[in-house]
């Protein structure tokens, strides 16, 4: 009974000792920080900058390459030329030592109305090269850029999995001591939990390398008939409206006459209907005159009584 004593005061000063520079964080320790999934090592595994596992001297924030910097881009293009612009989207990854991550393609290259979408993963040192030579492909409409550090999260994340690696090796050490089964159970218990923890942020830690070497890129590409303007004064912008404004009359009455074009048997059935309808009731009015009604009497004349003041008066 006083070996296994023993052997639980070891192993609960190993569990203190190693877990004492993890639960000082806000997030309560390791089981609140522990996440499923590697895409939410930021959010989950970051810990406050004042954080007690934090080192006192964090690295100068001068010194680009000690931040870790996540670079994202999104990029809305067209252009008249589709297969070229394509061409040269797909060339700029290949020059740049990008990879494709995803990529989808719509529409029609007879209506000319097609539309592509993509995502490139660009290694950081070729990141301005690259949306260069995407610039060179078309026109450019929107471009945004988003720059993460996580310098303070990535830190919290290698001092995690330090105090981990240190609980490990202090639990096999007491694995080597135990003296009972059941002491053995219960180290490798706690090791089995430790070990989970230990690839949890393992994975977390590639991913953040990951996201951070490999910036990422979307980009949109349409296919358009005519460039849409880019003018930014105001006389520029005067001459785009009336632009526009004509373009858009253009295109109304193409479609107006395409969709009669396209109608024209309902119209030629709905105009057969009418004029048929029209003869009918030309040839029913012409068949059955309305009777005309008599003129009224003429009522007669009314006179106004006649005064009594004609009668004769009696003399006196």
Not at 105 to 115: E, F, N, T, V
Not at 163 to 180: H, I, M
Request: hydrophobic content about 40%; overall charge negative.
């Amino acid at each position: 009974m006083k070996k296994l004593s023993r052997v639980s005061a070891a192993l609960l000063a190993a569990v203190l000792l190693a877990g004492c520079g993890s639960i000082g964080s806000k997030d309560g320790g390791y089981y609140a920080t522990e996440s499923a999934s590697a895409d939410a090592a930021y959010d989950s595994a970051a810990g406050a900058a004042n954080s007690s596992i934090v080192p006192e001297e964090l690295p100068d924030s001068t010194d680009e390459t000690a931040q870790k910097i996540i670079y994202n881009a999104d990029i809305n293009m067209e252009s008249t030329d589709f297969d070229a612009a394509r061409d040269t989207l797909l060339a700029a990854v290949d020059d740049c030592g990008a990879w494709m991550e995803y990529s989808s393609l719509s529409g029609d290259a007879k209506d000319h109305d097609r539309y592509a979408y993509y995502t490139v993963r660009v290694p950081v040192e070729n990141y301005r090269t690259f949306l260069a030579a995407v610039g060179e492909a078309g026109s450019v409409l929107d471009l945004s850029e988003t720059a993460e550090n996580i310098t303070s999260s990535y830190i919290d994340v290698q001092a995690r999995l330090s105090a981990l690696e240190a609980q490990r090796d202090r639990l096999n050490e007491l694995a080597d001591q135990a003296e009972t089964t059941a002491d053995l159970l219960e180290i490798e218990s706690q090791l089995s939990d430790v070990q989970y923890q230990l690839e949890n942020y393992t994975r977390q830690l590639k991913n953040m390398d990951q996201q951070v070497s490999y910036s990422t890129v979307d980009i949109r590409l349409s296919e358009v008939a005519t460039l849409t303007p880019t003018g930014t004064t105001f006389g520029e912008r005067v001459v785009d409206a009336f632009a526009d404004g004509w373009r858009g009359f253009v295109v109304f009455l193409q479609g107006f006459v395409l969709a009669v074009i396209y109608l024209w048997p309902v119209l030629l059935v709905v105009g057969i209907i009418v004029a048929v309808a029209v003869t009918l009731t030309k040839r029913r009015r012409k068949n059955h005159p309305k009777p005309v009604k008599p003129a009224a009497p003429a009522k007669p004349a009314e006179y106004p009584p006649q005064s009594t003041n004609d009668e004769p008066k009696p003399k006196y």
